[in-house]
């Protein structure tokens, strides 16, 4: 089992929908979550933080974490072309939470 | 305010030869993790630095090293280059553990 999963996609949705992507985790004892951003030949960018059960919303994003699940999603409201990009899933874990472990990414494509 | 910055963008080194790359952090951070990032994939961790100590590390072996400075820039180290260490390799600075960290640009390493 890996320890950060996610569905490598690519997720397609149309413009203006709610994207939806997926991550759960190995390590029960984590208790920091990350969403990035990456362009196509571009360093990650930090999209969300969440610590606690529940919903945290930012703008257009909502970042949803379940601990009981060890689910962590990311929802993407009125989705934009420029959007598309593959959504990295990041969680602290091992001694102290001081290793953070990235998923291989979801693709997702928003079309016009 | 200047983010975090990483030394040099591109790099072409031979197999058996040794690279280092730099890193500074974003102002106010202390906190320098180091990532290996292969096409397709997900960051993996090499190895997070704080105090001017290793504090956690991944699954890499030991011809890959650090070091912090007191400043908080740091080095990675890659000794003995393989074929397969050709790869996007990302800086990522934070304020103390589990908090949100941020990327650098990358060096982009290709061993021939």
């Known amino acids: 089992q890996k320890e950060v999963e996610q569905n490598s996609g690519p997720l397609s949705v149309p413009e203006g929908a709610i994207a939806s992507l997926n991550c759960t985790y190995s390590d029960r004892g984590s208790q920091s979550f990350f969403w990035y951003r990456q362009y196509s030949g571009k360093s990650p960018e930090l999209i969300m933080s969440i610590y606690s059960n529940g919903d945290k919303e930012d703008g257009r994003f909502t970042a949803q974490l379940n601990k009981a699940s060890q689910y962590v999603s990311l929802l993407i409201r009125d989705s934009q072309p420029s959007d598309s990009a593959t959504y990295l899933c990041?969680?602290?874990?091992?001694?102290?939470?001081?290793?953070?472990?990235f998923g291989a990414g979801t693709r997702l494509f928003v079309k016009a | 305010d200047a983010g975090v910055t990483q030394s040099p963008t591109h790099l072409i080194k031979t197999r058996g030869q040794q690279v280092t790359l730099r890193c500074s952090p974003k102002?106010?951070?202390?906190?320098v993790s180091w990532y290996q990032q292969a096409l397709g994939q997900g960051p993996q961790f090499i190895f997070q630095y704080y105090e001017e100590e290793e504090r956690q590390r991944g699954n890499f072996p030991d011809r890959f090293s650090g070091h912090q400075f007191p400043n908080y820039s740091s080095e990675l180290n890659v000794n003995a280059l393989l074929l397969g260490d050709s790869a996007l390799y990302l800086c990522?600075?934070?304020?103390?553990?589990?908090?949100?960290?941020?990327f650098g640009q990358g060096t982009r390493l290709t061993v021939v």
């Open positions: 102002s106010g951070h202390d906190t």
């Open positions: 990041a969680v602290n874990m091992g001694l102290r939470g001081f290793k953070t472990i």
């Open positions: 990522a600075s934070s304020y103390r553990e589990n908090t949100e960290a941020f």
